[in-house]
């Protein structure tokens, strides 16, 4: 069959942007419910990963839902095209290079697998941050959780919409119970970077 996309012939391949870059590109994708802490730990990893002189971006919830996912809702639907659509920018800053954090509710087994599949297993790592739910609405930052309790937000992941927890994640860190440092320390170590 003809090559009908014969300009990705043409690019420079991963390989030559990792050796540029002198790192490994790879995708740690955050799950668990909101509150839980996967936007905290995101942006103490990144800064880091930035003291290290490692390239890495940050994909979040609140960021992709104001700009390329402005015009999605909460449905069954709308979410699954949420999370291929990250999936889909992730892939391209994996492929050049860099490491990537998605933090993402991604309350379903199904769309997990779907960001894997579109990512790779190779460097796809599942991580779940496994707070409470009691922890998670003590939080309660935005207040989501009270509100979903009085029936104003449908559909709310934890309250009216369920949260399948991850079986076999890569790691699983629950912040009501480890510092933001042990944290970060425990994605170091899964990075095979010295903490």
């Given amino acids: 069959m003809q090559n009908i996309y014969p300009i990705f012939d043409r690019m420079l391949s991963r390989q030559d942007k990792e050796q ?7 995708m ?3 799950t668990g419910l909101s509150g839980s802490g996967k936007s905290t730990v995101a942006i103490a990893l990144e800064r880091e990963l930035h003291k290290r002189g490692l390239l890495c971006r940050i994909l979040d ?9 402005a015009n999605l809702g909460f449905s069954a639907e709308d979410r699954r095209e949420n999370i291929r659509r990250v999936a889909e920018v992730a892939k391209l800053f994996v492929d050049t290079g860099i490491i990537t954090i998605a933090a993402f509710v991604s309350p ?7 960001a894997q599949s579109i990512i790779g297993p190779d460097d796809f790592k599942e991580i779940y941050i496994s707070t409470p739910l009691e922890e998670c609405e003590r939080r309660d930052v935005k207040g ?9 937000v449908k559909n709310f992941t934890g309250i009216s919409a369920p949260f399948e927890a991850p079986t076999h994640p890569a790691l699983s860190l629950d912040t009501s119970r480890l510092s933001l440092e042990e944290s970060v320390e425990e994605l170091l170590k899964l990075l095979g970077i010295q903490p």
């Avoid at 540029?20 to 790879?26: C, D, E, N, S």
């Avoid at 379903?108 to 779907?114: G, I, V």
């Fill in 108 to 114: 379903t087994e199904e769309l997990r697998q779907l």
């Fill in 144 to 152: 989501l959780y009270a509100r979903a309790r009085r029936g104003e």
């Fill in 20 to 26: 540029l870059l002198k790192q490994r590109g790879v």
């Fill in 28 to 30: 740690l994708w955050f």
């Fill in 61 to 69: 919830g609140d960021n992709i839902r104001t700009g390329i996912n």
